[in-house]
């Protein structure tokens, strides 16, 4: 908690030209964007879903294959983007484990995860779209009460409820991790990803109205603190963020692995082809040691007990 005190005495001193800025574009977006469909619970959605049954308006999605080929719909649409604007991006963690050790999804995993790095996050968050308007891009700098900190291109024309964010309303998606540069200062790495971990869980308390902590009263402390989600979210992209490049990389989202999972960034210096449910995108040229460094044997399957699928309900609207 002391390095928190100072941490927060340090980057509260005064306001950089990137947080007034973020501060301006944050003004700028009060207005909720046509479609939106986040929620800070999924109650209200729980309600519409009984409703809907009750109607005959709403399918739900039950077949794996199904929710996969949504998935699929959209990773070809990144795809197609970030190849028309030169952006990169990585197939990543269980998704790039699939397709080296599959060539499609690991046959338990029902979600698609990628990398990119910081740059190219950053502007695919501000000039995604999708022509035929089915898909949208979640910029957690842009929603309200969105629990992650890292970005989702979700479908339109879906509803999902995941058990693990306490049934938060959301669409079928594909999570977009930003890849950051860390300090190569072993005892300074040490101490952010210490400090992050404690921002990360103080912003989960704020915005989580059940306790998922041990202690009631760590909770209750957490998420009472005089301190807003707006002000956390810029905290922690300054502590994470580094103004000049290293030598090593890390997705340092709350989703991302502990110390051990930072790799040299020469392995996201280019990409390269990767075949996955028989079609063809891009991952990191170091991918090999990427996996490696953050999964050790990634080619031998786990113990069937570890072989876990995400908890949640799917629904065509």
Known sequence: MNDLLSYLSEISKTPSSAQRNDETLIEKRRVAPRGKFCGPTGKNLRIQILIAKFAGSMRQITDINELRQIQMGILDDVHRFCEANGLRYFLSSGTLIGAVRHKGYI??????????????????????????????????????????????????????????????EIGVYMDIFPVDYVTENMQERERVFRLKHLLYKIRRCKLSHENYLSSKLAYLCYRYLPITVRQLNRWIERLIVLPEPTDTVCNMTEAGPKLKGCFPAADIASSVDIAFEGRTYKTMVGYKDYLERTYGDYMTLPPVEQRVTHQFEAWWL
């Open 107 to 168: 046959p338990w995993d029902d979600d698609i995860d990628i990398y990119m790095p910081r740059q190219d996050y950053e502007q695919f968050l501000k000039t995604y779209q999708d022509p035929r308007d089915i898909y949208r891009v979640i910029d957690p700098k842009r929603e309200s009460h969105y629990y992650y900190t890292f970005a989702k291109v979700v479908d339109r024309r879906t509803r999902m409820v995941e058990d693990e964010v306490q049934g938060y």
